[in-house]
């Protein structure tokens, strides 16, 4: 999936190229290989025998670059949601259940983020040592992010950039719309900053005597109720009466104790979870 996102990205940039210099060159080549039970013919039916949308070879697609964009267009320009008994034609942005939602979201996010790296490394020993850590300890999962960096850095103004100002950072601060309206602070994000941090599932921790980072279990249904019962409460693995294997039943425990054991810095919180958790599938019946 890497390997794809940056070949993507790079037909992209390609097509930028292309726009500013007036020329493209050589078409640019995405390789996707398919499982092995994904047959030549199945493959030519979906694609036909255009070569200019793909060309199969030895159960490779490959698509160029103006085609690869084509496609993505083609999503992003016929979104539809159903309300009730109403369709609406979605006019900025995609759903959310989109099969490539991920995929584009990450490579849209990429497409600013490695630019953004990229003028960055060219004054890399120049750059204070707080903007080297937030540098180094960027990570993204679709739309949550996290960083570290040390207190006398105003990371605040790296997010986003503002070519009216000349504002350095790696998201837009505006972006046109369908109606080629400027939209003011698209990508807003909400920023949580001290010694303990929340992302995805996992809380990490600042250890100021021991100078590591620590971590523990994260679940934000224990702070969601349904009614007086706290969603983390409700039973959401199969009952014991159900008519699935055994091993499927009771894998649910062994599963949850991995997991316990790669989110748990400290051997008391793995023992704490691994308890509440055994804890609520004896009370709820499995």
């Given amino acids: 999936m890497i390997r794809f996102l940056f070949a993507v990205y790079a037909a992209m940039m390609k097509k930028d190229s292309k726009q500013q210099n007036g020329a493209m060159g050589e078409p640019f080549l995405i390789v996707s290989k398919y499982p092995a039970c994904l047959e030549k013919e ?18 490779e697609l490959i698509i160029t670059a103006d085609k690869l964009i084509e496609f993505m267009t083609t999503v992003v320009e016929n979104s539809y949601v159903k309300f009730g008994k109403q369709l609406y034609q979605l006019v900025c942005g995609i759903p959310t259940g989109t099969n490539c939602a991920p995929e584009m979201t990450n490579l849209w996010l990429l497409s600013y983020e490695f630019k953004y790296f990229m003028r960055q490394l060219k004054f890399w020993t120049q750059l204070e040592i707080g903007k080297q850590l937030f540098l180094l300890s960027y990570k993204r999962y679709i739309d949550d992010i996290f960083n570290m960096s040390t207190l006398t850095f105003d990371y605040r103004g790296e997010f986003y950039f503002d070519p009216k100002t000349g504002q350095e950072g790696i998201y837009p601060k505006t972006l046109k719309g ?23 599932d996992v809380t990490f921790a600042l250890d100021h005597k021991k100078n590591r980072v620590t971590y523990s279990l994260y679940d934000k249904r ?38 316990f054991n790669r989110r748990c810095f400290y051997a008391k919180d793995f023992i704490n979870e691994t308890v509440a958790y055994c804890q609520k599938t004896y009370q709820s019946g499995i």
Wanted: proline content about 4%.
């Fill in 42 to 59: 199945h493959s030519q039916a979906r694609w036909g025998n255009n070569k200019e949308a793909a060309d199969i070879q030895s159960g």
């Fill in 178 to 200: 369908p109606d080629g309206e400027d939209i003011l602070n698209p990508l807003q994000l909400e920023i949580v900053s001290g010694s303990t941090c929340d992302f995805l």
């Fill in 222 to 259: 224990r702070e969601m109720h349904v009614g007086e019962e706290r969603m983390s409460d409700l039973r959401n693995f199969p009952h014991i009466m159900t008519l699935l294997s055994d091993t499927c039943k009771y894998s649910v425990v062994t599963s949850q104790m991995h997991r």
